[in-house]
């Protein structure tokens, strides 16, 4: 079920970026920012298919991500990539809305929520997504407002080379909303701290350290009942949070977890103890 339920997300992700691209981005002549946009800026110049041009300029990235991040995140972004290039070839490139802020705004929600959807369940719809979460793994800050940093070189190509700063000015709009979006939908920045107190210590204990992040041990007693126990305290990100639940309810579906929202975390997150 949840790879048939990952397919459809992909496959919708897929979707929403193609429609923002075609029927409210390009029609404009306006950009979604970063490797998209660069195969933007040279389709309007050449008259290039700029699904072919995503596709090929993404190919690098992939590679990258593929020694970087792993396997499935790779195959999730290979397939979101070519079903994207693909839907771009048989949706129509027409006006939806006819002013540009409408294209913009409308095109970024769409790219947005196509994006954070993807990235939500471990893949990418490619660009500069792939170098984000990239960086994002070793730098602790919101994946979407990295996003629109990256963004600002294709913005400013866009105003020298059309000479219109009109157009660069509505693809920054558009390229800040999806940013919003993104980081709306992709939680993995905001942290999130689990106290498991558990009678399964040891295989609890090995299947949590395979995650990327540190676990401390800790003695505790049951006050009423003054039995001994072993409590287990790890700091995740809500992204990550769903896999962790699934482990303990696996692993021990007796285990009492308290999970808390944390304000701020010092030191190295990934390997805290």
Do not use: C
Request: charged fraction near 15%; aromatic fraction near 10%.
């Amino acid at each position: 079920m949840k790879k048939a339920l990952d397919t459809i997300i992909i496959l919708v992700g897929a979707l929403l970026v193609a429609v923002g691209f075609n029927m409210f981005l390009i029609p404009h002549q306006l950009l979604s920012g970063g490797v998209s946009g660069f195969a933007m800026i040279i389709g309007y110049f050449t008259n290039w298919n700029i699904g072919f041009l995503y596709l090929l300029f993404n190919l690098p990235l992939m590679i990258w991500g593929l020694i970087s991040i792993g396997r499935r995140f790779i195959v999730i972004s290979v397939i979101s990539v070519i079903l994207t290039a693909w839907l771009m070839q048989i949706l129509p490139t027409s006006y939806v809305a006819q002013a540009p802020i409408l294209g913009a705004v409308f095109g970024g929600v769409l790219v947005g929520i196509g994006s954070g959807i993807t990235l939500r369940i471990g893949g990418s719809s490619g660009g500069f997504d792939i170098v984000g979460l990239i960086l994002t793994r070793k730098f602790d800050f919101p994946l979407g407002t990295l996003l629109s940093s990256m963004n600002g070189l294709v913005i400013v190509a866009l105003g020298y080379f059309k000479q219109d700063w009109d157009l660069a000015l509505y693809s920054m709009l558009a390229i800040y909303i999806s940013g919003k979006v993104v980081d709306t939908i992709h939680i993995r920045h905001v942290k999130v701290t689990a106290f498991i107190v558990t009678k399964q210590k040891e295989e609890l204990l090995n299947a949590l350290l395979k995650l990327p992040r540190g676990v401390t041990l800790v003695k505790t007693e049951g006050a009423y009942t003054q039995q001994q126990h072993d409590m287990l305290m790890t700091v995740t990100t809500r992204y990550e949070l769903a896999e962790l639940k699934r482990l303990i309810k696996q692993i021990d579906p007796k285990a009492f977890v308290n999970i808390v929202e944390t304000v701020g975390v010092l030191g190295e997150f990934r390997k805290t103890h």
